[in-house]
T-cell receptor
Framework: DTAVSQTPKYLVTQMGNDKSIKCEQN?????MYWYKQDSKKFLKIMFS???????INETVPNRFSPKSPDKAHLNLHINSLELGDSAVYFC?????????????FGPGTRLTVL | EDQVTQSPEALRLQEGESSSLNCSYT??????LFWYRQDPGKGPEFLFT???AGEEKEKERLKATLTKKESFLHITAPKPEDSATYLC???????????FGTGTRLKVLA
């Protein structure tokens, strides 16, 4: 019974392609996040949704578009992939955005753009 | 600008050799400071939350402390299974964001 799951685990694709990463949490949390972790292990917030409403939209290229069909799911779609998009992408969830809570992370999706 | 800095970048210890990891932060208003452990190929795993200066939390060989400018993660008599990257993150006032440091890579040798 995985708490936060992501698919796929690995994604290898060519430049210019469009791809999606899916995330699901079964913790009943209200808030979900997408992070990008670069080769130096730095975790940078990209987006956050609270109850399907976008609350964090960092300065990322508009080729990246999050979608939250319900509060248990947050997907990430990336258009026109570039070499610099290669990284590990983590989904996370937390109980609420209104208070400061620990986050629960998924296993990550390693994206490699060739 | 809100900022989190961790040191050292990497640390090698012999089994049983105690040490401390540092997390220095500059935020407009601290709402919480978090420690996570990340194993290779996995997502960060939550360890501790600290909310105010003077607070301490313990779990097995780990103890986290907090001052107004920094937090320490003390590791007492570490074992090889404590080898991992330890990440510090802060939640600041006026934002939903959590700002992460770049982590400390800990290697404990048997």
């Amino acid at each position: 019974d995985t708490a936060v799951s992501q698919t796929p685990k690995y994604l290898v694709t060519q430049m210019g392609n469009d791809k999606s990463i899916k995330c699901e949490q079964n913790l009943g949390h209200d808030t979900m996040y997408w992070y990008k972790q670069d080769s130096k292990k730095f975790l940078k917030i990209m987006f956050s949704y609270n109850n399907k409403e976008l609350i964090i939209n960092e300065t990322v290229p508009n080729r990246f578009s999050p979608k939250s069909p319900d509060k248990a799911h947050l997907n990430l779609h990336i258009n026109s992939l570039e070499l610099g998009d290669s990284a590990v992408y983590f989904c996370a969830s937390s109980p609420s955005s209104g208070s400061v809570n620990e986050q629960f992370f998924g296993p990550g999706t390693r994206l490699t753009v060739l | 600008e809100d900022q989190v800095t961790q040191s050292p970048e990497a640390l090698r210890l012999q089994e049983g050799e105690s040490s401390s990891l540092n997390c220095s932060y500059t935020v407009s208003g601290l709402r919480g400071l978090f420690w996570y452990r990340q194993d290779p190929g996995k997502g960060p795993e939550f360890l501790f939350t600290l909310y105010s200066a003077g607070e301490e939390k313990e779990k097995e060989r780990l103890k986290a402390t907090l001052t107004k400018k920094e937090s320490f993660l003390h590791i007492t008599a570490p074992k090889p299974e404590d080898s991992a990257t330890y990440l510090c993150a802060v939640g600041a006032s006026g934002t939903y964001k959590y700002i992460f440091g770049t982590g400390t890579r800990l290697k404990v040798l048997a």
